[in-house]
C-alpha cells in the first residue's frame, strides 16, 4: 500500500497532540484528522487494512502526510475543525445544512441594529437565531421585531442628525433612531434588547418586561406609550401560547441530538430546547464519507454545528463520544461557560433522544431513497462543477417567450431538492421601457451574438430584477442557483440586473438550448457535462419546465391580444356581450362570419348592428 512507503517518516513523527492531514495527488487533502499522540495515532493507519471500506479507499490514495503540533488536544480540535471547513476533505464527514430554511441576523456590529433574514450563520459579530421552518415564520418574526419595537430596516448610516424621520416612523414600525430627539441610543438599544429576547424564544420574559414598562408608562400618564406595549405585551403573549411544544419541566436550555447513519449518508435532527420549549427543529445531512461509522459521524457533525452556533449549557446525544472531555472544553471556551456532554439513560431526557433519532431515521428514508439520491448525486455534482458555497437545494429558472418581440413574457420556475415546486411559480409580463433597455454591445457580446434575440436580454434583466427586487422586500428566500434558459448574454443580463439590486453575490448559469452546454461568468468556455448524467438531466427539466410555462402563458397572452384587437373595440359590446358572443359563434371569425339576425338573437338589434358595421368596416 501506498501508506507504508510512509513508515519512515511516520516513526518520526512526535509523541504531542497536534493534527495530521493525509495528502493525495496534485496536493489534494484527503482527510484531517485530530490526536492526543500524533505519532501512535498516524502509526495505527499501518495496520488498518481492512477495518471499513472507507479506511482501504484512503489508504490507496495517500501519496503524503502533513502534520501541526498543538499545545492541547483542545487546541487540536479547533484547528481540524477549521482545516474541514476550508478544505473539505474527501473523507471527512462533511456537514450540510439545510440551506432552504432561513436564519433571522440581529446586526450587533452595526451601532444601530437590523433584522435582516440570512441564508447561513456567518461569522462577524451578529447574532443569528433560527433555522426557522417553515420558512415564513423568519418573516413573520422580522415584522413583529418592526412592529413592536420599532427597529430599522433601512441601510442609512445612523447619525441621528436627519432633520425628520421616514415614513416607516409615521406607520409606527420604526422607532427611528435617525432623529435623536425622537429616539436616543439608549432607548433603541432596549429596542435591541427586547428584540434578542423575542429571536431567543424568551417570550416569558419579554413579556414581563413589557407589562412592567406599560405600568411605567400609565404611571406617567404617557397613555399612547402604555397602549401600544400593552398591544405588544398581549401579542408576545399570544405567541407564547401558540409555539410549538414540547414542554418538560426543568429541563432549561438544551440541545437533543438525534442521528441516523446509512451507507447512503447520514441524517442529523436537532432539538433546540430554551426554557423547557422546543424552538426549532434543525435537521442536517452529512456526506457518506466512504461508510463512516455513526460515532465518527456524530463528533464531526457536533464539532461543525457548534463551529457557527453558540452552545447551550447542555448537550444530549445518542452516544458516548471518543473525544468527549476534549469536546467540552473547546466548546465551554466557545460559550465562556461550562458546556456538558451527555448521554442520557432514562427519563424524560433519554425520551426527547429518541424521538430525535426516530426523526432522523424518517428524514433519512425521504432523503435517501433512490428518487431522493440521485437528485443529491445531481445537485452535489453542481456544487462542485459551479464552485458554488453550497449543495443547490433550491434553483430558480427563468425563460423568456416571444414572437418577434410580440406580447413578450416570462416564466420563473421553483426546484428544491429536486422536486419542483408549483404553488411558488411565477409569471411575468415584460413592460420594457427606459430601465430595462439592455445592448449586446452593452453586455460585452460580440455582434454575431447580438443578431439572434436582443430583445432577450432586456426582458431577462427585467425580470429578474423585478423578482429579486420583491424577494429583497420580504426577506427571501434568494435561491442557491439562479438558472437562465439561454447562453452568455443572457446570463450577464441577469448578473447585471442582480447586481443593480446589491445581489451580485447570487450565482447565475445559463444553459444554452441546442448545446446544452453551461455558461457561467467566471469561465471563457462553456461547461459540458456529460449526455445522460444526472446532474444535466436535472438542468434539462427544470429548463423544459419553465419553457413550458413561459409557453403556456404566452399562447394565452397572444389569444387575449387577438380578442381585444378584435371584440374589444366594437362600439356597445363590452365583456359580458363578448363572452356571449364568443359562447354562441366560437371564435372571432365565427362572430364575423354570423348574419345580423343571428347576432341580434344573441345581442340584441343594436349592438349586432354594431358588430356587422365594425367588420364591414375593417373588410
Known sequence: MPVHDLKERIARLPEQPGVYLWMGAGEDTLYVGKARSLRSRVRSYLGARGTSPRIDALLEDIVDIQVIVTDSVVEALALENHLIKQRAPKYNVLLRDDKSYPYLQLTTSEAFPRVLVARHVEPGGDYFA??????????????????????RSCNEVITGRRERPCLEYDIKRCAAPCVAEICSAERYGEAVRQTRLLLDGRTDELAETLRARMGEAAEAERFEEAAHLRDAMRTVENLRDRQQKVATVGQGDRDVFGLKAGPSGAVVLVFQMRGGRVLE????????????????????????????????????????????????????????????????????????VDLATRNAELSYRTRF????????????????????????????????????????????????????????????????????RLTAQGLGLEARESRARPDDFAAMREVVQRRYRTLLELGGPFPDLVLIDGGRGQVSAAYDALESIGLGNLVAAGLAKREDVLFIRERAAPIVLPTGHPALLLLQR????????AVTYHRRARAMRDLRSELDRVPGIGSRRRQALLRAFGSVAGVRRATLEELTAVVGPRAAGSVIGFFARSA
Not at 420558512?135 to 415584522?143: D, F, K, P, V, Y
Request: hydrophobic share 40%; with cysteine.
Open 130 to 151: 433560527g433555522p426557522f421552518l417553515p420558512a415564513r415564520l423568519a418573516r413573520r418574526t422580522m415584522g413583529l421585531a418592526h412592529r413592536l419595537f420599532g427597529l
Open 281 to 352: 427543529r434543525v435537521e442536517l445531512a452529512a456526506s457518506p464519507a466512504g461508510g463512516a461509522e455513526g460515532a465518527d459521524v456524530l463528533e464531526s457533525v457536533v464539532q461543525q454545528f457548534y463551529g457557527e452556533r453558540e452552545p447551550p449549557p447542555e448537550v444530549h446525544l445518542p452516544r458516548t463520544l471518543e473525544e468527549s472531555q476534549a469536546l467540552e472544553a473547546w466548546l465551554s471556551a466557545r460559550a465562556s461557560r461550562r458546556v456538558r456532554l451527555r448521554v442520557p439513560k432514562r427519563g424524560d431526557r433519554r425520551a426527547l
Open 369 to 436: 431513497n433512490d428518487i431522493t439520491a440521485a437528485h443529491f448525486e445531481a445537485l452535489e455534482t453542481l456544487r462542485s462543477v459551479l464552485a458554488l458555497p453550497g449543495v443547490p437545494r433550491r434553483i430558480e429558472c427563468f425563460d423568456i417567450s416571444t414572437i418577434q418581440g410580440s406580447e413578450t413574457v416570462a416564466s420563473m420556475v421553483v426546484c428544491e431538492d429536486g422536486r419542483m415546486r408549483r404553488g411558488e411559480y411565477r409569471k411575468y409580463r415584460i413592460k420594457g421601457g427606459e430601465g430595462s
Open 542 to 549: 427544470i429548463r423544459d419546465e419553465a419553457h413550458r410555462f
